[in-house]
């Protein structure tokens, strides 16, 4: 069982920046792959980022070159670095952990609100 717990959300203007933050607890050696969905009110869950163990990364269209995920695995730690924020990033953030069978777990989300 792996337990996902998120935090660094909050309310900035737009152009600013905000971290968000996903520290793993439990057997988190299965673990796989690792990131960030999101979802506004209203509309559907939309994949925002992936890191897999090796490194390798995978964005969202909407945050290409405005988001960068990264991970340290010595912390059990997972981070989302968002940049340029833009009013329609405003959602609630979840990050997700997938083990070697394929099962996710999920923190229990973050609000993140961009003022205009």
């Known amino acids: 069982q792996v337990q996902l717990v998120e935090s660094g959300g909050g309310l900035v203007q737009a152009g600013g920046s905000l971290r968000l933050s996903c520290t793993g607890f439990g057997i988190v050696r299965s673990i796989n792959a690792m990131g960030w969905y999101r979802q506004a009110p209203g509309k559907q869950r939309e994949l925002v980022a992936t890191?897999?163990?090796?490194?390798?990364?995978e964005y969202g269209d909407s945050v290409k070159g405005r988001f960068t995920i990264s991970r340290d695995n010595a912390k059990n730690t997972m981070y989302l670095q968002m940049y340029s924020l833009k009013p329609e990033d405003t959602a609630v953030y979840y990050c997700?952990?997938?083990?070697?069978?394929?099962?996710?777990?999920w923190g229990q989300g973050t609000q993140v609100t961009i003022s205009s």
């Open positions: 890191i897999t163990n090796s490194g390798s990364t």
């Open positions: 997700y952990a997938e083990n070697k069978w394929f099962n996710k777990y």
